[in-house]
């Protein structure tokens, strides 16, 4: 491979049954990378390079039909696998082995893929103990979280996917910190079978990509329903899957009930997109979503905070005196956490989700900001999630696209949504949007 850092999955898939690669191979370049960018980036919480090579071998030994064959991928550490231990960046569960593969890492190894290592995490994926990840291009900012080191090891070109998991903004926000796509898929599209819960209606499988063609690649490992309608109508593919022809397409830009939380580089970069989309030759029109839609943040934290209660009350009960203060205040008396409060966020969220659906399936697809600003100084800050967690409620899925925009400072990018089960749409157009270079495919720039 000339050019290593760029190889993204479906490459090297085609690569290796081309027989112009080995997973071996792939694996070493991949392995090579991490030791040149370990100590500024720290993605790992659990990697045995010796493990890794040993599995490509025998990858190497079967044939390269399957679609994820000898992709090389990462796994949030709060997600079971059978032969790596999974610790969920908490001191209760310290060398904790799992006996099996959670469902997603499970389906993952059926279809070839090289499960590469453990990246780090923010403690049970809450906003307690952060990860020791630092963004890949600015060490001295925090990647996001709680999917910090997925997000970093991908934007780094450390593994061309990495699973995260998303209850606020888990998944898209450290997509936009650290210049990877991803994609959130509508809720309940991944089993959640040995994934440590936190929010059960909220939490969500996603995972980190270099190009939309790979978030693809993912999502075909996973769906198993139809939908009524796969792509926008006009949309016609060329052999990779993408188009960069966008006339006939209509997209919204929703601005957010929360764009007054956005920094000017949010909002330049949405406004900049949507004239963009208009030159590629889409139809942009504005979304302005009813005024109760901004009640749901609140319903949000409502929801994540009981539910949080139910998840962690084993830990609460038998090891609190080695439980982050975060995850405690979970438990605190709380006048917007009461059994009525819950109730009513549960009917909100799901009034919301109807009239969602009806207002988004008016055009392909919706662009709206991917993060607050740019990615938060140290570590203790992984971001504000309040331009995330209200897709995540409604249950929509979301791609995240890294933007090409020549005078950002630092990666930052859009999100592209719409209603639940549209997901494949939602690919489609991603894949347009980046052929007709207004995302910007393999964004690695250090």
């Known amino acids: 491979m000339a050019d ?23 694996a070493n370049l991949c392995l090579e990378r991490v ?8 993605a790992w919480a ?7 090579r040993d599995e490509a071998r025998e990858l190497d030994k079967y044939d390269a039909a399957r679609p994820l064959h000898g992709v090389p991928i990462g796994v949030k550490d709060i997600i079971d696998t059978g ?24 389906l993952l190894r059926a279809a070839g893929a090289l499960i590469f290592g453990k990246a780090e995490t923010v403690e049970f994926a809450s906003n307690a103990r952060k990860a020791v990840s630092r963004n890949p291009f600015s060490p001295e900012r925090s990647p996001g979280g709680s999917s910090s080191g997925s997000g970093a090891a991908v934007g780094d070109g450390q593994v061309p996917i990495a ?27 991944v089993s959640r079978d040995g994934v440590k819960t936190y929010a059960p209606t909220l939490d969500t499988i996603g995972w980190y990509a270099r190009n939309p063609r790979d978030l693809r690649l993912v999502y075909d490992v996973y769906d198993t329903l139809e939908v009524e309608r796969d792509v926008p109508a ?59 839609f901004q009640t749901l943040a609140a319903a949000h934290f409502t929801i994540m905070r009981a539910e949080g209660r139910v998840s962690f009350l084993r830990e609460y009960r038998t090891e609190r005196h080695r439980l982050h203060d975060f995850i405690a205040d979970h438990f605190a008396p709380h006048p917007e956490v009461t059994r009525q409060a819950l109730l009513q966020a549960y009917d909100l969220a799901a009034t919301c989700r109807i009239e969602f659906d ?64 549209s997901d494949r749409r939602l690919l489609t157009l991603a894949e347009a949007i980046t052929a007709a270079g207004i995302a910007a495919a393999n964004p690695l720039r250090h």
């Open 234 to 292: 006009n949309a016609h593919s060329t052999a990779d899957g993408a188009t960069s022809d966008l006339s006939g397409m209509r997209l919204a830009v929703c601005r957010s009930p929360f764009e007054d939380r956005a920094a000017p580089e949010t909002l330049k970069l949405l406004d900049e997109t949507a004239d963009r989309l208009r030159e590629a030759g889409a139809t942009v029109v504005p979304l302005s979503l009813p005024a109760h």
């Open 358 to 421: 009806e207002l988004a399936g008016e055009v392909d697809g919706i662009i709206t900001p991917s993060s607050v600003g740019y990615a938060p100084q140290g570590r203790d800050d992984t971001g504000d999630p309040v331009l995330n967690a209200m897709w995540t409620l409604l249950h929509a899925p979301c791609i995240h696209l890294p933007s090409v925009a020549s005078w950002l400072e630092l990666p930052l990018g859009v999100t592209l949504t719409g209603p639940r089960g």
């Open 35 to 42: 030791a040149e960018r370990d100590d500024a980036v720290r």
């Open 4 to 26: 290593w850092k760029f190889l993204g999955a479906a490459e090297g898939v085609d690569a290796i049954r081309a027989g112009k690669l080995d997973v071996e191979t792939w």
């Open 46 to 52: 659990w990697l045995d390079p010796q493990q890794v």
């Open 163 to 189: 699973l995260g998991t998303q209850t606020g903004g888990s998944v898209i926000r450290p997509a936009s910190f650290c210049g990877a796509f991803a994609m959130k898929p509508t809720w309940g599209t």
């Open 83 to 106: 032969n790596m231990p999974t610790q969920y960046n908490s001191p209760i569960y310290r060398h904790f082995q799992p006996a099996a593969d959670a469902a997603c890492v499970a």
